[in-house]
């Protein structure tokens, strides 16, 4: 059986922050990305999804370059499935102010 799951946080500027881990024993379908670009400029945006069995980071958008006061939102037919520990690492530019919203469809494992 599936749940939803939304997770939202509020970056911190230049720092790499961990959005989401996937509980042990779960897998999970990554249906949405939202952030927003509160600043008044425009800065860039790294979003990764961390593969903990290959133990490499796979970058979704790299140094994306987002609008002053713009967002952006994938859903849909975009989706990642993840395996337990996987997580969802997001790194903002400095002097920026990002906030983001990512939701999962959770699975436990058989």
């Known amino acids: 059986m599936k749940r939803s799951i939304s997770v939202g946080k509020n970056l911190t500027a230049g720092v790499e922050t961990m959005v989401y881990r996937v509980p042990v024993g779960y ?10 670009n509160t600043t008044s400029s425009a800065k860039d945006i790294t979003v990764q999804w961390h593969d903990d069995n290959e133990n490499i980071n796979i970058a979704i958008l790299n140094a994306y370059p987002s609008p002053a006061k713009e967002y952006f939102k994938f859903n849909g037919e975009a989706k990642v499935v993840m ?3 996987d997580e969802v690492r997001i790194t903002t530019e400095a002097t920026s102010n990002f906030s983001v919203i990512c939701t999962f469809n959770l699975e436990r494992k058989a």
């Open 83 to 85: 395996d337990e520990n």
């Open 27 to 36: 897998t999970a379908e990554w249906i949405l990305l939202y952030f927003h």
